[in-house]
């Protein structure tokens, strides 16, 4: 198992990567343009959606971006660092919404992955970056500091909530859930056998919480929505 797939637990407070950002003596000169960071970055996810990671090339973001090569290596030292930007701007960095309600918490979290990876794009995308990560610990670092560690640690939390409200068994094995919940979309946008669909995300955290919840929670969920 790579890597990337295999450490995603305990992420604790990652500090962002700093292969993504210039160096000091870079950043002592003129200031960087944040709107052509984001134009770099929007070109970025553009080209990935139409020719996917393998047909991405520098000059490719650059033609689209309106600016050079050379400024785009002044901001991300490589291809595959600039990929991993994009990404997580794509999947986001906002928490797994806390609205009260276990399952409905799990359900929006797990549906971001879905919605930032789902259909041509993440095929076309994520199985060969993966492949690049494969032969470079410190890229693997920061993919994982990047997008997974991030989006775990808030899904955590919201699993600490529910057995704080009494939904969940307090000897849960949060790393083992935290694994299933993401494992099935992911599975489906590396190898492409079943599409990612509306209802994935909630048939995949209903089937986990039958093993983990707790009676009080299958009672409460029964009477609301058996009726």
């Not at 990337?4 to 992420?11: E, F, K, R, Y």
């Not at 600490?160 to 949060?174: N, P, Q, S, T």
């Amino acid at each position: 198992m790579l890597p990337i797939l295999a450490a995603m637990a305990n992420p604790g407070n990652t500090p962002a990567p700093t292969e993504a950002r210039p160096s000091a003596a870079r950043s002592a000169g003129r200031p960087r343009d944040a709107r052509l960071d984001t134009a770099i970055l929007s070109a970025t996810r553009e080209l990935l959606a139409e020719v996917g990671y393998p047909g991405l090339t520098l000059e490719g973001v650059a033609a689209r971006a309106g600016t050079t090569k050379p400024a785009i290596r002044r901001r991300w030292a490589s291809r595959q660092l600039l990929v991993i930007t994009a990404l997580g701007e794509i999947m986001g960095t906002a928490p797994t919404p806390d609205t009260g309600c276990t399952h409905c918490d799990l359900i929006l979290g797990i549906e971001t992955i879905g919605q930032a990876f789902g259909g041509a794009f993440g095929r076309r995308t994520l199985p060969a970056l993966i492949a690049d990560l494969a032969g470079d610990p410190e890229l693997d670092r920061v993919f994982a500091d990047t997008i997974f560690h991030p989006r775990r640690a808030t899904t955590r939390a919201a699993l600490l909530r529910g057995i704080e409200r009494g939904d969940l068994r307090a000897d849960a094995d949060l790393d083992l859930l935290l694994d299933l919940l993401a494992a099935t979309t992911y599975h489906r946008v590396l190898f492409g056998h079943m599409p990612i669909d509306d209802r994935l995300a909630h048939d995949v955290v209903m089937t986990v919480l039958d093993g983990a919840a707790t009676p009080r929670w299958r009672e409460h969920y029964r009477q609301r929505h058996d009726g």
